[in-house]
């Protein structure tokens, strides 16, 4: 069945480590996007990419990074410039110009 | 710029019981609207869209959302509540251009009561 697998389910990071989570879909789709939820702030969009090799900072880009080399991956780094980096980190996917993303079952990353 | 607003952050309702969440939508360009449902510790689920066909939508698991533009509102409802309804909700706005940059709301957590 066609979706977006996110990896690892939780992660665990010390301060002042970059760790990398893993989105990859297989829905063809052109558009992916990077999610971080909060409790009582609602979805935040860190990044996105239409196309491969080519991203655009969402509203709370700083202390990440991205990278789209291949159309169906796209990997967050959050590094050690995150001052906040607890949360829960959605990915999705969409083909561009339709409207409704699918997303991924997340990962909870939390820092110890 | 385009945003939503949810109103109630916590719903609840006794089973069987009509559901009614809010959503109240702020656009400059005509918009398209969405409804996502969220269990703990998953992803979110797309309930339903709106993309200026018929005012009022039907999408999966009962729920329908009728579009206002006079009253700018999207509200999702269900005549009957089910204890398995119980989640989070979640209101999102795009506009209708190539990239849809989709602004989400902070979100309903809907509680059912036996």
């Known amino acids: 069945d066609g979706g977006i697998t996110q990896s690892p389910k939780y992660l665990f990071r010390k301060e002042g480590q970059n760790v990398t989570l893993s989105c990859e879909q297989n829905?063809?789709?052109?558009?992916m996007y990077w999610y971080r939820q909060d409790p009582g702030q609602g979805l935040r969009l860190i990044y996105y990419?239409?196309?491969?090799?080519?991203?655009q900072k969402g509203d709370i880009a700083e202390g990440y990074s991205v990278s789209r080399e291949k159309k169906e991956s796209f990997p967050l780094t959050v590094t050690s410039a995150q001052k906040n980096p607890t949360a829960f980190y959605l990915c999705?996917?969409?083909?561009?110009?339709?409207?409704?993303?699918?997303f991924g079952s997340g990962t909870r990353l939390t820092v110890v | 710029a385009q945003s939503v607003t949810q109103l109630g952050s916590h719903v609840s309702v006794s089973e069987g019981a009509l559901v009614l969440l809010r959503c109240n939508y702020s656009?400059?360009?005509?918009?398209?609207l969405f409804w996502y449902v969220q269990y703990p510790n998953q992803g979110l689920q797309l309930l339903l869209k709106?993309?200026?066909?018929?005012?009022l939508v039907k999408g999966i698991n009962g729920f329908e959302a009728e579009f206002k533009k006079s009253e700018t509102s999207f509200h999702l409802t269900k005549p009957s509540a089910h204890m398995s309804d119980a989640a989070e909700y979640f209101c999102?706005?795009?506009?209708?251009?190539?990239?849809?940059?989709?602004?989400f709301g902070i979100g309903t957590k809907l509680q059912v009561i036996p």
């Open positions: 656009s400059s360009v005509p918009p398209y």
């Open positions: 999705a996917s969409s083909i561009v110009g339709e409207n409704g993303y699918t």
């Open positions: 829905l063809n789709h052109d558009a």
């Open positions: 709106y993309t200026s066909a018929a005012t």
């Open positions: 990419s239409q196309i491969v090799n080519d991203f």
């Open positions: 999102a706005v795009s506009d209708s251009g190539g990239y849809q940059k989709v602004t």
